[in-house]
């Protein structure tokens, strides 16, 4: 008998049904009805770290663009957007652990608990569609608004272009759907309404779930093939793209929960099922936040002070102390023989004591020279103050310009020759 048919039976009988298991059992298993097995633990514990790692990545980011380049953009307003809908989803998923609980036996649970059931999951699955919503069109953004020149449309841009329209079309029609997959409304969660009509609500899930691993293997590809035609050494591309990788992790949980999208399909024990899918949704929902967020990371731990405090933690493991009394400037051969000209004109030790050094130009090749500095007994001195005066002998032409520009954005086509 379909739940939908339970108002045409008497009061008592009704009763009966709304407090019996929402489930057959299994052969041998009884319900368990008043304190039912379950991981709510578990969930509490993925809950607490992904609700962390997204608020800590975005309070850096949110530092970075307010008080340190104190200009925000779109991207970061679609980023709060995306942070508030995710703390209304995480409290979702505390909701379902203080109700019906995470990987409970659908037998365990009673049928008048369902509609509960029902309503959080249908509200935490719109809420994951607005953040992935708000996060990856802030993130398509932001590889724009980092890889392409101001001005220009080359490829790279119309195929950010592309994946940000399919991800906005693709989300709101997620949205829509799932709105309105029942007639009436209110009958997506509660199905003890009569003559109500829904879709297929599960094939529905995992074709998105598909859709969804997609465009996240698009956004993770499309800056790698960028920063490894930059004209920088193999050691820099590969840090460089370390900051980007992490959406590798974004494309494993959503690769992980198509498989357990289709374990949900196949089975009639939803509340056990969904559980997982939930909290692989939830995985997903932060490592996106922490692609848009990481690679301004470095930038906000050197502008609050983290990167130097790491620098004199690790000088001090070494060795080099605040005891030294003197300095050694050690010029590094890197500088090619066409490189600027630099005078060193005055050197200030700690302790504040002035100490003359002979000026040099840094084209030299210094190869196996080190500079020492005079009125020291020996000894790393703890702070050395240099100022710089800089010059080019030659100056810049427009070929320079241009020929500096294409090196750095070699995506960029070029427009025109410079004129001769």
């Not at 019996?20 to 969930?43: E, T």
């Not at 505390?94 to 990987?103: A, K, L, N, S, V």
């Not at 906005?168 to 009509?197: N, R």
């Not at 080099?320 to 500088?335: F, G």
Request: aromatic fraction near 10%.
């Amino acid at each position: 008998m379909s739940l939908s048919q339970i108002s045409s039976l008497p009061p008592t009988q009704q009763e009966a049904i709304l407090n019996g298991p929402a489930l057959g059992p299994p052969p041998g298993v009884l319900p368990n009805l008043i304190d039912p097995p379950n991981r709510n633990q578990f969930a509490s514990a993925v809950t607490i770290i992904c609700l962390v790692t997204a608020t800590f990545s975005v309070l850096l980011r949110v530092i970075l663009q307010v008080f340190v380049m104190k200009k925000v953009r779109i991207t970061d307003a679609l980023l709060l957007i995306g942070y508030a809908n995710f703390l209304a989803f995480v409290y979702c998923v505390y909701r379902i652990i203080h109700g019906t609980g995470f990987f409970v036996h659908q037998w365990n649970v009673r049928v008048k608990d369902i509609a509960e059931f029902g309503y959080v999951i249908h509200m935490g699955s719109n809420l994951y569609g607005g953040v992935m919503l708000s996060i990856k069109s802030a993130v398509l953004l932001e590889w724009m608004h980092i890889f392409v020149p101001r001005g220009w449309r080359n490829g790279f841009f119309w195929c950010c272009v592309a994946i940000l329209t399919v991800n906005v079309i693709f989300y709101i029609a997620g949205i829509v759907i799932e709105s309105l997959s029942c007639i009436p409304y209110a009958a997506i969660w509660d199905k003890t309404i009569p003559g109500a009509k829904c879709l297929n609500r599960k094939a529905l899930d995992l074709t998105s779930s598909i859709l969804n691993l997609i465009i996240d293997l698009a956004i993770l590809i499309l800056p790698h093939r960028v920063i490894w035609q930059l004209h920088l050494s193999v050691t820099k591309k590969f840090g460089i793209s370390v900051l980007f990788i992490i959406g590798i992790f974004a494309c494993g949980a959503a690769a992980v929960r198509i498989a357990v999208t289709w374990t949900y399909c196949q089975s009639d024990d939803i509340t056990y099922t969904v559980s997982a899918v939930s909290l692989w949704g939830l995985a997903e929902v932060t490592a996106v936040f922490l692609v848009l967020c990481i690679p301004h990371w470095p930038k906000v731990m050197k502008e609050i002070g983290v990167t130097s405090w790491l620098t004199s933690s690790v000088k001090s493991l070494i060795g080099i102390t605040s005891s030294d009394k003197s300095a050694t400037v050690a010029v590094d051969n890197a500088w090619s023989a066409n490189g600027p000209a630099v005078a060193v004109s005055k050197v200030t030790a700690g302790g504040g004591t002035n100490m003359e050094m002979t000026a040099f130009d840094s084209r030299r090749d210094l190869n196996d020279s080190n500079v020492e500095l005079q009125g020291s007994n020996g000894g790393i001195v703890q702070t050395i103050e240099l100022s710089t005066k800089s010059s080019t002998e030659n100056s810049v032409t427009p070929w320079d310009v241009e020929d500096s520009f294409y090196r750095q954005h070699p995506w960029a086509e070029r427009k025109s020759n410079v004129p001769m």
